[in-house]
């Protein structure tokens, strides 16, 4: 089955083409990514109109090359797969209505796919990862511990009650004029900093849920910045360092607490899976297999290309979802806000549509 994907909910417009073979394997033939950054740069942060124009303007572009680069024709094609959410709407919308466009005129199923579901699965392609699973998901807008049980079920463990993990990098990366995005230039630094010069926070430490605060922890380093400016680059180091390892001590924390909660429910996960931007962090995904060797179980890392938003996970969740009949009408809607909780499942859905 091969399955065209589409996406475009936040700042990279990508578009692949990828294979599930009958054995449930996955395989990508092409995925191409935009990254929007130099659009954003000078305004330390995505602008949604911005980037739902520069969407516009190149996504037609990269499917044709993504379907050329696979050596396919739209005939070959089993389906369109488009991230319809959640994200910037702008930006899903020009995704999901091209899906669409595609869909009609070359009689394709369309599966409208949740992005959040879709960085869930990804282990399935790069690791053929079987359920059930513990996912960390922490990208710019989401932090998340989520029970992986079957495409389209997923229970929420515990998540973020503020700013996500990437938006902490982001934030704290433009608090020191590292500029955007954040998250890879707070690690470079941290490398040469002294975590020890500065005593950070660790919010939510020891409780016994598993969910996440950050902003207590980026005010406390605010303040610290505050104290010592102008800033040295060693102080921007040190502050990074001190930044980062907070950051790890509460992933740690919280994550302890989530892979009990998972054993206490679910039983043994088969493995903990890491996915969303922040787990291209070598500082994080040290400790997190740390905290699956603790828990008797394995850390599956998806490459970080892979990790990052891209085209080839939504073809592999559209895949995923057509392999059980889980295809969507033409009129699906676009949705900026979209919990994974709401995501159906194929018993639910059959049901749906005999309701
Ligand atoms: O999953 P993603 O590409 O996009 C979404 O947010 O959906 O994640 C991007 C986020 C940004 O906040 C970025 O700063 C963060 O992931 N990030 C990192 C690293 N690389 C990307 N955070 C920490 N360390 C990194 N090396
Ligand atoms: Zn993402």
Redesign the pocket.
């Known amino acids: 089955m091969i399955v065209l994907g589409i996406e475009t ?4 417009t990508a578009a692949a083409v990828v294979e599930r073979q009958a054995n449930g394997r996955g395989r990508i033939l092409s995925n191409l990514v935009r990254s929007q950054i130099a659009d954003h740069a000078a305004f330390g942060g995505v602008v949604p109109e911005i980037a739902a124009r520069a969407h516009v303007e190149v996504l037609d572009l990269m499917i044709a090359r993504a379907m050329q680069e696979a050596e396919r024709e739209f005939h070959q094609i089993d389906g369109v797969a488009a991230a319809a959410g959640p ?1 910037l709407i702008g930006g899903v919308i020009v995704g999901l209505t091209t899906a669409k466009a595609i869909a009609l005129v070359r009689e394709k199923p369309l599966i409208a796919v949740n ?1 959040l579901e879709a ?1 869930a699965l990804t282990a399935r392609l790069t690791d053929g990862v079987a359920f059930p699973y513990c996912l960390f998901l ?5 932090t998340q511990i989520v029970a992986v049980r079957g495409v389209g079920d997923y229970i929420r463990l515990g998540t973020t009650l503020d700013d ?7 934030k704290t ?1 433009k608090l020191l004029g590292l500029g ?9 630094e941290a490398q040469f900093g002294d975590a020890g010069r500065f005593s950070l926070p660790r919010p939510m430490a020891g409780r016994v849920d598993c969910d996440f605060s950050l902003s207590g922890l980026k005010t406390a380093l605010r303040l610290e910045a505050e104290k010592i400016a102008p800033l040295t680059d060693e102080d921007v180091a040190d502050l990074c360092a001190a930044f ?1 390892q907070a ?1 790890v001590d509460v992933v740690a924390d919280r994550l302890r607490g989530g892979l009990r909660m998972f054993r206490d429910t679910f039983g043994a996960p088969t493995a903990l899976v890491a ?10 995904r040290k400790i997190l297999h740390k905290l699956a060797f603790e828990a008797g179980t394995v850390l599956v890392a998806p490459p ?1 290309e892979l ?4 085209g080839a996970m939504i073809a592999w969740a559209g895949a995923e979802r057509l392999a059980l009949g889980l295809t969507d009408a033409l009129d699906t809607s676009p949705r900026a806000r979209w919990p994974l909780a709401e995501v159906s499942k194929a018993a639910e859905r059959g049901a749906q549509d005999r309701g």
């Not at 922490?138 to 989401?142: E, K, N, P, V």
């Not at 955007?180 to 470079?188: I, L």
């Not at 990790?307 to 891209?310: I, L, V």
């Open positions: 909910t936040c700042d990279e994200g992005h960085h922490a990208s710019g807008g989401h996500a993990i990437g938006e902490a990098f982001d990366a955007y995005p954040g998250g890879p230039r707070v690690e470079k980062q950051v996915a969303g931007g922040v787990a291209a962090n070598q500082a994080i970080p990790c990052t938003d891209n």
